[in-house]
């Protein structure tokens, strides 16, 4: 009998003023698997644990099947966990591993059969008979899915229970999940930090960022209408280019965004979505591009709704069915919180008894003399945080603004393109795939579905 979960308002306090969870409400039917996703600290290993009754809840109310369970010991919750480092008993052979919980619900009960009929399932029969040191990872995982499987639990919890295998083991291990979890219909929650398994496996995907909810949708819709800009960024590989921008809107005239150095034109009649825009004459925006919206090509190629842009070649990542060039359009970078920060430049090392750059900064510095839009490595452009109080203003367009040393946007080509490093190219931006963040991130284009359309 699997079971449906609801948290409401639930908050978890370590000492007086760290909150590790804050307000956390979640409604998850029976038999749904879940994804809880956020980077390393957010918290969604903590909301897992007090679901378990491995940690107490310090404000809010948990229900398993609408009754409230805050103090239900967790023995009595029917649900089993599968734990990152596998937890499995050295000294005891798979077979016992996986037939353990059952000895202690039932003493007395032979439960070979069942311990037998979850090593088929799992394909690890012919090692039932061994030690856990004596498996590989997948088969030890196996080993530790077979023991929360033998105990037909209401639902299961994992707890990143593919983060110690390696790249290859873990999209076979993620594969088997994803059918083993369908076959039993067993509500499933799943812990990870990894995008590629909240994407692939979840019904639903729910996003953490320092311990507070941020969206929680399907897959599908966590890529396409991401909330706030920290889920941009954190949903979809590459990440999304996010720009700092502003909308310059006249009174006559074309309505555009100013990228810095560039402006996107907005096409006229203007969509429901663009007028939205308007409101935001002269506030700092981010402006946040798929790198499947922009694609290299020149101006006499473009479709309707693609506008023009122009980018200088940084480099190439060659993936084998693609490829992603990295582009200097002469915008500023937005950098988001949580997922990283402006990175200081380390001062050189020099040896004793010489003072000026070193030979290698000099080659450098030469090389990048000689590429167009490029300055040395030892000047760097600003970088806006999200949160800057008090950040350039970028609605002063200015073409002789010094040029920005990093690519500011990854673009999806074939494989078979060439480019030569340097090289100024032209670029066309899908504008129906464009996202616009206002400057508390929250998504203003495409517009929040709840929010009243403005009538032409």
Same mark, same amino acid.
């Given at each position: 009998?699997?079971?449906?979960?609801?948290?409401?308002?639930?908050?978890?306090?370590?000492?007086?003023?760290?909150?590790?969870?804050?307000?956390?409400?979640?409604?998850?039917?029976?038999?749904?698997?879940?994804?809880?996703?956020?980077?390393?600290?957010?918290?969604?290993?903590?909301?897992?644990?007090?679901?378990?009754?491995?940690?107490?809840?310090?404000?809010?109310?948990?229900?398993?099947?609408?009754?409230?369970?805050?103090?239900?010991?967790?023995?009595?919750?029917?649900?089993?966990?599968?734990?990152?480092?596998?937890?499995?008993?050295?000294?005891?052979?798979?077979?016992?591993?996986?037939?353990?919980?059952?000895?202690?619900?039932?003493?007395?009960?032979?439960?070979?059969?069942?311990?037998?009929?979850?090593?088929?399932?799992?394909?690890?029969?012919?090692?039932?008979?061994?030690?856990?040191?004596?498996?590989?990872?997948?088969?030890?995982?196996?080993?530790?899915?077979?023991?929360?499987?033998?105990?037909?639990?209401?639902?299961?919890?994992?707890?990143?229970?593919?983060?110690?295998?390696?790249?290859?083991?873990?999209?076979?291990?993620?594969?088997?999940?994803?059918?083993?979890?369908?076959?039993?219909?067993?509500?499933?929650?799943?812990?990870?930090?990894?995008?590629?398994?909240?994407?692939?496996?979840?019904?639903?995907?729910?996003?953490?960022?320092?311990?507070?909810?941020?969206?929680?949708?399907?897959?599908?819709?966590?890529?396409?209408?991401?909330?706030?800009?920290?889920?941009?960024?954190?949903?979809?590989?590459?990440?999304?280019?996010?720009?700092?921008?502003?909308?310059?809107?006249?009174?006559?005239?074309?309505?555009?965004?100013?990228?810095?150095?560039?402006?996107?034109?907005?096409?006229?009649?203007?969509?429901?979505?663009?007028?939205?825009?308007?409101?935001?004459?002269?506030?700092?925006?981010?402006?946040?591009?798929?790198?499947?919206?922009?694609?290299?090509?020149?101006?006499?190629?473009?479709?309707?709704?693609?506008?023009?842009?122009?980018?200088?070649?940084?480099?190439?990542?060659?993936?084998?069915?693609?490829?992603? #060039?990295? =582009?200097?359009?002469?915008?500023?970078?937005?950098? +988001?919180? $949580?997922?990283?920060?402006? @990175?200081?430049?380390? !001062? /050189?090392?020099?040896?004793?008894?010489?003072?000026?750059?070193?030979?290698?900064?000099?080659?450098?510095?030469?090389?990048?003399?000689?590429?167009?839009?490029?300055?040395?490595?030892?000047?760097?452009?600003?970088?806006?945080?999200?949160?800057?109080?008090?950040?350039?203003?970028?609605?002063?367009?200015?073409?002789?603004?010094?040029?920005?040393?990093?690519?500011?946007?990854?673009?999806?080509?074939?494989?078979?393109?060439?480019?030569?490093?340097?090289?100024? #190219?032209? =670029?066309?931006?899908?504008?129906?795939?464009?996202? +616009?963040? $206002?400057?508390?991130?929250? @998504?203003?284009?495409? !517009? /929040?579905?709840?929010?009243?359309?403005?009538?032409?």
């Amino acid at each position: 009998m699997t079971r449906a979960i609801s948290l409401h308002s639930v908050s978890k306090v370590y000492g007086r003023t760290t909150r590790a969870v804050d307000r956390f409400s979640l409604d998850i039917d029976p038999g749904e698997f879940v994804v809880l996703l956020g980077p390393s600290g957010c918290g969604k290993s903590t909301v897992l644990r007090m679901i378990a009754g491995l940690e107490d809840i310090t404000e809010g109310e948990l229900l398993l099947d609408g009754e409230r369970a805050n103090l239900l010991p967790p023995r009595d919750r029917e649900m089993a966990m599968v734990f990152q480092n596998f937890a499995l008993y050295p000294n005891m052979t798979n077979r016992d591993n996986i037939g353990f919980p059952l000895s202690l619900q039932s003493p007395r009960q032979d439960s070979s059969a069942r311990v037998e009929a979850t090593a088929r399932m799992l394909g690890i029969e012919h090692v039932l008979d061994r030690y856990p040191s004596q498996l590989s990872g997948g088969e030890r995982q196996r080993v530790a899915m077979g023991r929360a499987i033998s105990r037909r639990p209401s639902a299961f919890l994992m707890d990143e229970p593919l983060s110690n295998l390696d790249s290859k083991l873990r999209n076979h291990v993620r594969a088997e999940i994803a059918q083993l979890t369908a076959e039993l219909g067993v509500t499933t929650i799943y812990v990870t930090h990894d995008q590629a398994e909240a994407m692939s496996l979840g019904d639903r995907v729910a996003v953490m960022r320092g311990g507070v909810l941020q969206q929680v949708s399907s897959p599908r819709d966590t890529y396409a209408l991401p909330r706030n800009v920290f889920v941009a960024a954190f949903i979809g590989t590459p990440r999304i280019n996010l720009l700092q921008a502003v909308v310059y809107a006249p009174l006559e005239g074309r309505m555009s965004i100013d990228l810095g150095r560039q402006r996107l034109p907005l096409p006229e009649p203007l969509s429901p979505d663009h007028q939205l825009l308007r409101i935001q004459q002269g506030r700092k925006i981010i402006v946040g591009l798929r790198s499947e919206a922009a694609r290299i090509a020149p101006p006499s190629q473009a479709r309707p709704g693609e506008v023009a842009l122009s980018g200088i070649v940084e480099h190439m990542e060659y993936q084998g069915h693609e490829a992603l #060039v990295h =582009l200097n359009t002469g915008s500023q970078p937005a950098v +988001v919180p $949580d997922l990283e920060s402006p @990175r200081l430049r380390a !001062a /050189p090392r020099r040896r004793r008894g010489r003072s000026g750059p070193g030979v290698l900064e000099r080659l450098r510095d030469r090389a990048a003399a000689h590429v167009p839009g490029r300055v040395p490595a030892n000047v760097s452009g600003p970088v806006v945080a999200l949160d800057d109080p008090e950040p350039e203003n970028p609605a002063t367009y200015t073409p002789d603004r010094p040029a920005i040393t990093s690519s500011d946007l990854v673009v999806r080509t074939g494989p078979d393109m060439r480019l030569r490093t340097g090289a100024q #190219v032209p =670029l066309l931006v899908d504008l129906a795939h464009l996202y +616009v963040f $206002d400057d508390y991130g929250q @998504r203003i284009c495409p !517009a /929040p579905m709840d929010m009243p359309g403005i009538d032409t």
